[in-house]
């Protein structure tokens, strides 16, 4: 395929995968196979708009640029009209309601198994002096309430708000379905709304039925609390306004 630029923009690089604009094209670098084709087969059976599938050459994936552009970014300041956002909310909805895919994903980790990960997490994020116990344990509490028997739904797995493109008020593409299988469906709408608590209400909706706010709120403090760590070790920045960091001081 011919690329009508030269300049190659680094998206987002780390010692796991990388990802590069070339023009109109992306190039998704993952040395982990498993990734690249749970990817490319959430992408085949989400009944959601999805980017197309240019080649496959491992470690690299190429897929096409999507029109419109996201909703804003964490730590970011938010755009979009309610409309906009309640569309992503009924996009969502659209995909926690189709057909089960076959494997477990990330929103899908087993309760017990995630309580132990977290609580380790927390021990090692105060032992280390990364964040205060005064911080840790109120937000761990908060967590618990995500721990509980939940029904699977097709889930995205890493639904920030940097992968859900919207133009028009309506939804042009969901990219980054690397995660994606069995979940908790709460999971992703939380991961949507992260740090931009002000949306939730219109997420909601679009999304449509009743949802547990506490639920929504645990996940916030268990994805950032989880989420610290590997930031700083990978050269993010959590403790940037509006970020993980200011999350978990938002919940006290």
């Given at each position: ?6 300049e190659v923009q680094v998206v987002v690089a780390h010692s796991e995968r990388a990802t590069l604009r070339v023009g109109d094209v992306f190039l998704k670098v993952d040395a982990d196979q498993a990734r690249i084709d749970a990817e490319v087969e959430a992408m085949a059976l989400a009944p959601v708009p999805t980017p197309e599938v240019l080649w496959r050459k491992p470690p690299v994936l190429a897929i096409a640029a999507i029109p419109g552009a996201t909703l804003g970014r ?179």
């Amino acid at each position: 395929m011919a690329v009508t630029t030269d300049e190659v923009q680094v998206v987002v690089a780390h010692s796991e995968r990388a990802t590069l604009r070339v023009g109109d094209v992306f190039l998704k670098v993952d040395a982990d196979q498993a990734r690249i084709d749970a990817e490319v087969e959430a992408m085949a059976l989400a009944p959601v708009p999805t980017p197309e599938v240019l080649w496959r050459k491992p470690p690299v994936l190429a897929i096409a640029a999507i029109p419109g552009a996201t909703l804003g970014r964490l730590g970011g300041p938010s755009t979009g009209s309610p409309a906009a956002w309640a569309a992503a909310g009924a996009a969502i909805r659209k995909l926690h309601d189709a057909p089960l895919p076959p494997g477990v994903g990330r929103a899908g980790r087993g309760v017990g198994e995630l309580a132990a990960e977290l609580d380790a997490e927390c021990e090692v994020l105060v032992a280390n002096g990364l964040l205060p116990a005064e911080l840790v344990s109120p937000n761990r509490q908060i967590a618990e309430a995500a721990f509980r028997p939940w029904t699977p739904a097709f889930t995205h797995g890493d639904l920030q708000i940097a992968h859900v493109f919207v133009e028009d008020d309506q939804v042009t593409g969901i990219i980054d379905w690397s995660e994606a299988g069995r979940g908790d469906a709460l999971y992703d709408l939380a991961t949507f709304t992260l740090g931009h608590e002000e949306h939730l209400d219109d997420v909601l909706a679009g999304y449509g039925g009743t949802v547990d706010l506490e639920v929504i709120r645990a996940w916030w403090a268990v994805r950032s609390l989880l989420a610290v760590r590997w930031l700083v070790e990978h050269g993010f920045d959590p403790f940037s306004p509006g970020c993980e960091v200011d999350v978990l001081r938002s919940r006290m």
